[in-house]
T-cell receptor, first 112, second 116 residues
Framework: KQEVTQIPAALSVPEGENLVLNCSFT??????LQWFRQDPGKGLTSLLL?????REQTSGRLNASLDKSSGRSTLYIAASQPGDSATYLC???????????FGTGTLLAVQP | DAGVIQSPRHEVTEMGQEVTLRCKPI?????LFWYRQTMMRGLELLIY????????DSGMPEDRFSAKMPNASFSTLKIQPSEPRDSAVYFC??????????????FGPGTRLLVL
């Protein structure tokens, strides 16, 4: 059974700092991995999607990496801003299915 | 596009009552997903449809839950009878068949359900 864990559960950093969020999964047979952002009281917004054959994806200040063999992904946020404050969720899609298995989330607070 | 639309945004009901949640996916998307989010269990997939056909309902907690998709632009999730432990945020998401970025799931704003 696929399990997805995110560390840390919560993180508080001063504005401008670079930071890394971690996601680990137990079954390396994944189709892709996505990083989402969730703002309080709102739905999820997809940030980056990495196919199983890819090593990383970049969008603006965000960079996500994937190491299937070790069952890990990281989300790197450069020059953090207060507007980055949210909960970040990673989700893996299993091989031939359309199911997303979500991680436990990391609550990020960027202090001005 | 207006994105995935869900209604109502908030629902408060009493135990034993029927609850119906509604979702309109993004036009052109052929997959629709229903999720439930709680503090204890996080975000869980309940059921998903492809071309209006239920494909996997293994996440539906019990017979009190049912979902339908009568056409490509509308789906419902019904709970009958509702219980306090059903209190959660229910999300609907949709996506289209395609490659890479097109496989991204787009989430609605959710329905916050409170069963008293």
């Amino acid at each position: 059974k696929q399990e997805v864990t995110q560390i840390p559960a919560a993180l508080s950093v001063p504005e401008g700092e670079n930071l890394v969020l971690n996601c680990s999964f137990t079954d390396s047979a994944i189709y892709n991995l996505q990083w989402f952002r969730q703002d309080p009281g709102k739905g999820l917004t997809s940030l980056l999607l990495i196919q199983s054959s890819q090593r990383e994806q970049t969008s603006g200040r965000l960079n996500a990496s994937l190491d299937k063999s070790s069952g890990r992904s990281t989300l790197y946020i450069a020059a953090s801003q207060p507007g980055d404050s949210a909960t970040y969720l990673c989700a893996v899609r299993r091989g031939a299915t359309n199911k997303l298995i979500f991680g436990t989330g990391t609550l990020l607070a960027v202090q001005p | 596009d207006a994105g995935v639309i869900q209604s109502p945004r908030h629902e408060v009901t009493e135990m034993g009552q029927e609850v119906t949640l509604r979702c309109k996916p993004i036009s052109g998307h052929d997959y629709l997903f229903w999720y439930r989010q709680t503090m204890m269990r996080g975000l869980e997939l309940l059921i998903y449809f492809n071309n209006n056909v239920p494909i996997d309902d293994s996440g539906m907690p019990e017979d009190r839950f049912s979902a339908k998709m009568p056409n490509a632009s509308f789906s419902t999730l019904k709970i009958q009878p509702s219980e306090p432990r059903d209190s959660a945020v229910y999300f609907c998401a949709s996506r289209m068949t395609g490659e890479t970025i097109q496989e991204t799931q787009y989430f609605g704003p959710g329905t916050r359900l409170l069963v008293l």
